[in-house]
């Protein structure tokens, strides 16, 4: 596992320290959203926290074992869309990662259900392609600098 200061800033990209944010979730602590859910999954790729993610993956459709060795190398997420329905919830997500010299995107439409008052992802609709950025254009890596300034 990755070791993640407790000052840093959270690998979700919400800006808040790590301490603050998803660490909570993965000792355990309940999310309060299906977003607060996506963003500390996204976290756990990020950290290798494969019990993490299968302890909050529903019950229906939850693989027997779970191995993130050859993940790619994840960098940034961003939320495009959240809602939630009084037990069910939706989250549009993109995550970007690393592709050897250039970069690679997965899109997610994915579902949740809220049961005893937990939230689990339940299933999702992905798309993936290849990210392009110019040079002038942010950073993929989520640094918030230009692309030739950071990772070009």
Not at 5 to 11: A, D, I, K
Not at 56 to 76: D, M, N, V
Not at 86 to 93: E, Q
Not at 101 to 127: I, P, V
């Amino acid at each position: 596992m990755q070791q993640t200061q407790n000052t840093s800033h959270c690998p979700c990209g919400s800006a808040k320290p790590y301490l603050q944010c998803c660490q909570p979730l993965h000792q355990g602590q309940a999310a309060d959203t299906p977003e607060a859910l996506m963003r500390s999954r996204f976290a756990a790729f990020v950290l290798d926290l494969p019990d993490y993610l299968r302890s909050t993956w529903h019950s229906s459709t939850r693989p027997a074992s779970l191995s993130l060795e050859g993940s790619p190398a994840w960098s940034s997420l961003q939320i495009l869309q959240s809602s939630q329905e009084g037990d069910s919830g939706r989250v549009h997500f993109r995550a970007v990662y690393r592709a050897g010299s250039g970069w690679g995107f997965l899109e997610e439409n994915s579902d949740f259900r809220k049961e005893a008052g937990r939230w689990y992802y339940l299933q999702g609709d992905t798309r993936e392609g290849r990210l392009n950025p110019g040079r002038n254009d942010r950073c993929p890596c989520g640094s918030g600098k230009k692309h030739k300034a950071c990772c070009l």
